[in-house]
Each structure stands twice: as C-alpha cells, then as structure tokens.
C-alpha cells in the first residue's frame, strides 16, 4: 500500500512533492509550515494559531479575503494549527491550481506588507472569542488546558495550548507577530504537496514558477524539551457542568516512536467503540459512567495517554477511578485477546485505506505525504507506519502499556460542578487554569 509520488527542494529550500492521480479532474494543494504552538515561548502563545486567521486577511497582491477567489472556481479551502505544524490546503479543479498556487504563494513571501494593526486587532478579537467559544464557555472546555498545564512544566512547550493565553495575545504587538512569521512562513520551512489531475513535471514548474523566487529564511532550530512526572498528582477543577468528570493522564511515546503504536491499540481495545472493554462494563453493564473514551496523543516531542470518564448520575469518580484502573492493569498484565486485537487492527487498517479515498484535505493523500515528509523528511513512510500496526501484538500491546502507564506516575484531574469540590477524588489539589 502506498502512494506514489516524486520529491524534490527548491533552490530556496521548500519542498515539493507531487503524486499523480487522474481519476477526477481536481487537484489538491496542501502547504506545511513546520510551526506549531511547540515553538512559541511563555508569555508569548498563541501565535501559531493567530497567523492560521491572519493568513487568509489577504496578501501584497491580493489585499482581500481569500476565500471568494477560489470559492468562485469551485474550490474547498481550510487550515489549521497544532502544538507541532500548521497546515493549509485548497482542492480545486485542475483549471484552478494554476490560482490556488498564486495565492498561497503570494501569502508565503507577501504578506506582511499587507498585515496592518487593523486586521490584526481584529483577528486578535476573532481568537479570543473563539477562545471563548471552544473553551471557556463550553462545558469541560477548560479540562484538556488544565491536564496539559500539570503535566508539562510551565517552560514545556506542551504546557500551553495551541489557542494561546488570553494575557499574552492581548500583549501581542504588529512588530512581534511579523517576527514571528518571519521566523517560521518561509520555504525552508515549508513543504508543498500537490496530488491530482496533473502531470509531474507540471507540477514542479508550477512550483518553480511560483515559489522559486522567494527567499528562503534561516531554517528554525529543532524544538527538544524533556517531561516527566516525578510522582502521580491529583487535581480539580470546577466547571459549570452538570455531572463530574474524570481525567487520567500519563506521558507516552512521541508519535512513530517505539510503542506509539501498540499504546493506540491499547487504547482503542480500552474504550474505542461499545464493545471496548471499559464502554462494556462502566457505561452498558454496571450503568456507573455517561461515556468513556481512551486515546494515545502522538505528538513531535512526546506524547500523552489519556482516559476520559463521565459518571452517571450519583456516582463517585473513586468508582469510576477504581474501575478504570482495575482494567488498565487487567489488559496490562494479560494483552488483549485475539478477538480484540483483531478489531483493533482491521480498524486501523480501514484508517488507512480512508486517507487513500481522497487526494486532498485534513487526511487525504496530499496531507498525508506533507505530515511524513515535515515529521520524518519522507513522504513515503506511508506503508512503513501501516507495518507499525501490523506488526503489533498482544504481548507488544501489554508490554507497552505496563512500561508507560501501568507502572508510571499519572495526573488525574476531577471536573466536578462549582460549588461542590467534595465530588473530587480525595485530596486533590485545586488547578487554576485561565
């Protein structure tokens, strides 16, 4: 299983990849910026995301929105920022590409010209608001930030979230966020994917033509932090939510790191679907949990490991607390059975075949060429990370699983209504989190 392309660097730096599919007379545009929240610094987050709005304010020579043009040529347009990249991609028809590459081209080396206070304060505005929406004002909004801001030292560049602090996008200047993209949104730090109804060699003179003159800018120095827990740690966190909430939270395996795998498969045999082990018992069998959900968050630097549970009505989070860990160390200590690991598998498998129905967009082809190619320096480690799964076992899947959470110190964070901190587990310890 793979998805053929050809690679090639730009005198400037910016890599490109091209992967030929004709079936339909579209082709995707997917651009990389390797930046993320991870490289921004305390007192100054939320960057990252704040350029992912400001990128489509409109550019030098295209001082307007950048939706309308590409709409109007039957386009589909987004983005969007993690702790680790940001991405921004159109699907167009072929007529089109010729357009969508001219625009993000032009945002690469012309936008600062463009970005005045006023766009800006506005956008500043935008974010905060989104910020509002998301997490502030949403029911356990603010659990993911405050789990994060236990577990990473205030230093990490995982202690902050990707939306930023509210305090720091207000002390924002114009003069720090053209730094700042200076830094980071320029060709050697960038990768370009192209995947559809063009030819090759079209598609790197199409790059050339667009991209081939823009300055290349120092090439960032790689993010590297360490984390760890010296000893597990209990916090709450009250909310304005109707029925408590419990958070577990272990460091894991960077992603494609050994053991990144096997720690999704533990995870999805834990609490993915109804017939996972803790949705069986704790939601349809015993009645004591609302939902439950497990995931193993790859990222750049280092992972995190996390169970996420709502008691039902009257219940006690140590209840669900004994019960959660009672089936961690069961699944540690034994590994999955065959049946289980069989699921596990042919659901990773189908995740795979997924990103191979589309040429472009969050996951399509040209996406998953640009994540390998910013992560790994290799569009082609496609079937590489499929054989992870492939090759895992129940013994590798249990092996992983008591190396990195049976074994190993944890947070867990209470989310219990305001006012009534005596749903918390015993002890914890108040989490402020803005």
């Not at 921004?88 to 993000?104: K, R």
């Not at 996008?169 to 320029?186: E, I, M």
């Not at 496609?382 to 590798?396: E, H, K, M, P």
Request: net charge negative.
């Amino acid at each position: 299983m793979q998805i053929p392309y050809t690679k090639r660097t730009l005198s400037n730096g910016l890599d490109v990849i091209v992967h030929e599919d004709h079936q339909l007379p579209m082709v995707a545009v997917s651009l990389w910026y390797h930046v993320g929240s991870k490289n921004e610094r305390p007192g100054r987050t939320g960057f990252a995301h704040l350029f992912e709005h400001l990128m489509f304010e409109g550019s030098a020579h295209h001082d307007h929105g950048y939706f309308p043009p590409l709409q109007r040529a039957g386009g589909l347009i987004n983005g969007s920022t993690s702790t680790d990249r940001t991405n921004y991609w159109e699907v167009v028809p072929t007529g089109s590409l010729e357009l969508a590459l001219w625009m993000e081209s032009d945002r690469m080396g012309y936008l600062l010209p463009a970005l005045t206070e006023a766009k800006f304060a506005n956008q500043r505005d935008v974010v905060l608001n989104e910020r509002r929406q998301n997490y502030e004002n949403r029911p356990y909004g603010m659990a993911g930030l405050a789990l994060s801001a236990a577990m990473f030292a205030p230093d990490h560049p995982y202690h902050w979230p990707t939306i930023g602090a509210p305090e720091d996008l207000r002390a924002a200047s114009l003069d720090d966020v053209h730094a700042f993209f200076k830094t980071f949104y320029h060709p050697a730090n960038a990768s370009l994917a192209l995947a559809g109804d063009l030819e090759t060699e079209q598609g790197f003179d199409l790059a050339e033509q667009f991209f081939g003159d823009l300055p290349a800018g120092p090439v960032p120095d790689p993010v590297r932090a360490h984390a760890a827990l010296a000893s597990s740690a209990d916090f709450v966190l009250e909310d304005r939510v109707e029925l408590p909430r419990l958070y577990l939270g272990w460091h894991s395996p960077a992603m494609f790191a050994d053991d990144d795998a096997e720690l999704d498969v533990f995870a999805d045999v834990l609490a993915h679907g109804k017939t996972s082990r803790l949705y069986r018992s704790l939601v349809y069998e015993r009645r004591i949990a609302t939902d439950v959900s497990a995931y193993q968050h790859s990222r750049e630097i280092g992972g995190l490991f996390q169970i996420a549970c709502t008691a039902a009505a009257g219940v006690a989070l140590s209840e669900l607390d004994a019960a959660i860990r009672a089936a961690v160390a069961e699944l540690a200590a034994a590994g999955p059975a065959p049946a289980e690991m069989e699921r596990a598998l042919a659901q990773s498998e189908a995740q795979f075949l997924y990103r191979l129905q589309t040429i472009g967009g969050f996951g399509g082809k040209s996406d998953q060429l640009n994540a390998y190619n910013t992560y790994l320096g290799d569009p082609g480690y496609f079937d590489r990370d499929r054989q992870r799964y492939v090759n895992a076992t129940s013994a590798g899947v249990a092996a992983a699983a008591r190396r990195w959470l049976q074994d190993a110190p944890l947070v867990t964070l209470s989310v219990v209504p305001r006012g009534r901190r005596q749903l918390a587990l015993p002890n914890a310890t108040e989490v402020s989190v803005s």
